[in-house]
């Protein structure tokens, strides 16, 4: 079990977030070196942030679908109400 703790011990030190050097305050290249957790974390939430086209579900395809058009709904309506304001604010004169 010797060998299991000597692994432990390298990903706790891997692990811990590194201090700035004594001699820098308020450094900027200290702050720019990232800890692997800081790396693993970052590329958790880009992978998280990709879109995925849902396979097999067809409820989420129909709930994608709608939620796309109902969107789109929406974006017309605001866009149709802003014209009859600026219709209505400056009149039909151009």
Do not use: I
């Amino acid at each position: 079990m010797a060998g299991g703790s000597k692994v432990r011990e390298w990903m706790r030190r891997r692990m811990t977030p590194r201090r700035k050097p004594a001699g820098s305050d308020g450094d900027e290249a200290a702050s720019a070196q990232s800890s692997p957790r800081r790396k693993l974390r970052a590329g958790a939430f880009a992978s998280a942030l990709r879109w995925r086209k849902p396979r097999g579900n067809v409820l989420a395809a129909l709930f994608h679908r709608v939620a796309y058009h109902l969107l789109w709904l929406v974006e017309s309506v605001v866009v149709v109400a802003r014209l009859c304001f600026f219709f209505v604010r400056f009149g039909f004169r151009l």
